[in-house]
Structure formats: C-alpha cells, structure tokens
C-alpha cells in the first residue's frame, strides 16, 4: 500500500463545475503539498500546508491531521485547469530532506 | 517559470552509454532535491543537498547514479552504463530552508532521459 493515495485517478469534468480531488496518506507528516504538472513535465506548488485550509483564487486546500486527509477544491473549473494534480507529504518522523508523492490525478475539463 | 533550470530538456542514448544532466537552482536557494518520475506514476525521490553537502540518498539511486553540487549552487546527476530501466523525467527542485519555517520546493521543467 502507497504512503499517499490519492482519489479519482482520472476526473473529467465540465467547465464550470466544482472539483475535488482526494489525498490520504498513512505516514505521521509535517506538511503537505498540493502540486500541479502540466503536459512536458513542469510541476508547479500550489499549496503547503499543515493545518487547517488555504485559498489561493478558485483554489482550496484543507487538510484534517486526526484524520490524515486532504482535499484539494477546484471552484468554477476551466479548461486551463487541465492538468495532473500531486498530493505530496513530507514525513515528519523520517528523512528531513525528501517529499512523497501519491501518483497523481489527471483533471480534463472540457468546455 | 519557477526560476530552476534544467539541461537538458530532452536526451535519447543508447543503452550502456552515460549521461549527465544540470540543474540550477534558484539562486539563493540552499536545498537542492533530484527526483525520477516514471510514465503515470508520481515522483520518487533520489537525493538531497543542503548547500554542497548530499545528506540523504534513496535506495534507488544505485552505484551506477552519482550526484554532485560542487560549489553549492547548480547541481549535475550522473547516471553510468545506462539500462533501459533508466528512462523517466528527471526532475530537480530547489527551496529556501530557515528554520523552523518549512520550505516549499520549486521544481524544474525536467529533463526526459530516453534510453534505447
């Protein structure tokens, strides 16, 4: 079993729709990152975070510690927002140094 | 852009052949971090540095992967006698750490590595 799952894998939606995205992880954490890669590798952060929940434009982060879960929230999605979403923790009894990764949700909004 | 920077962006060789990949960070930035990302799986890690200093290696990174970050600032991977195995993104990221803040790392474009 992954450290980090995440839920769907797979997400189409149509524009405008609300969107979330699932992570658990089994692992006692620090943070955790939301990350976005788009076709050709880039990979962009969104969030970090270790308590509560973040709002950055039409994006929502928040995250439950007891339960050891995250929801990303995409609001009023659009086609731009197509792209594979990264939930990543960075294990607080482990190494300093590295992040796990779940293996990522691929979000297609069509118009 | 995040600012990190990655050569190159794509590189095809033949198997047994080495290659060499280079990463700069951004430049105040005191971590640097090299990940691999397979086709459909998220990255996995494969060694740190804090200033020149590689602190930490994956168990996946075997004898034939070496890394460097000679004067603190950019960094090169090595991989030797590459195996078909080999093939992934190869990703670098970079990040500021004061502590006690935690650090948010900025990744590169990454360099695809196609051994054939």
């Known amino acids: 079993k992954n450290e980090v799952e995440q839920s769907p894998q797979n997400l189409t939606a149509q524009e405008g729709e609300f969107i979330t995205i699932n992570c658990s992880y089994s692992?006692?954490?620090?943070?955790l990152h939301w990350l976005q890669q788009h076709p050709g590798g880039g990979i962009v952060s969104l969030f970090m975070l270790s308590s509560g929940k973040k709002k950055h434009g039409r994006l929502i982060a928040t995250i439950n510690i007891q339960e050891k879960h995250s929801s990303l929230h995409i609001t009023a999605s659009h086609p731009r927002d197509s792209a594979v979403y990264i939930c990543?923790?960075?294990?607080?009894?482990?190494?300093?140094?590295?992040?796990?990764f779940g293996k990522g949700t691929k979000l297609s909004v069509k118009p | 852009d995040t600012g990190v920077s990655q050569d190159p962006r794509h590189k095809i060789t033949k198997r047994g052949q080495n290659v060499t990949f280079r990463c700069d960070p951004i430049s105040e930035h005191n971590r640097l971090y090299w990940y691999r990302q397979t086709l459909g799986q998220g990255p996995e890690f494969l060694t740190y540095f804090q200033n020149e200093a590689q602190l930490e290696k994956s168990r996946l990174l075997s004898d034939r992967f070496s890394a460097e970050r000679p004067k603190g600032s950019f960094s090169t991977l090595e991989i030797q006698r590459t195996e078909q195995g080999d093939s992934a993104m190869y990703l670098c990221?970079?990040?500021?750490?004061?502590?006690?803040?935690?650090?948010?790392?900025?990744f590169g474009p990454g360099t695809r590595l196609t051994v054939l």
């Open positions: 692992v006692g954490i620090s943070a």
């Open positions: 990221a970079s990040s500021l750490v004061t502590p006690p803040r935690l650090d948010t790392q900025y």
């Open positions: 990543a923790v960075r294990d607080y009894g482990g190494s300093q140094g590295n992040l796990i």
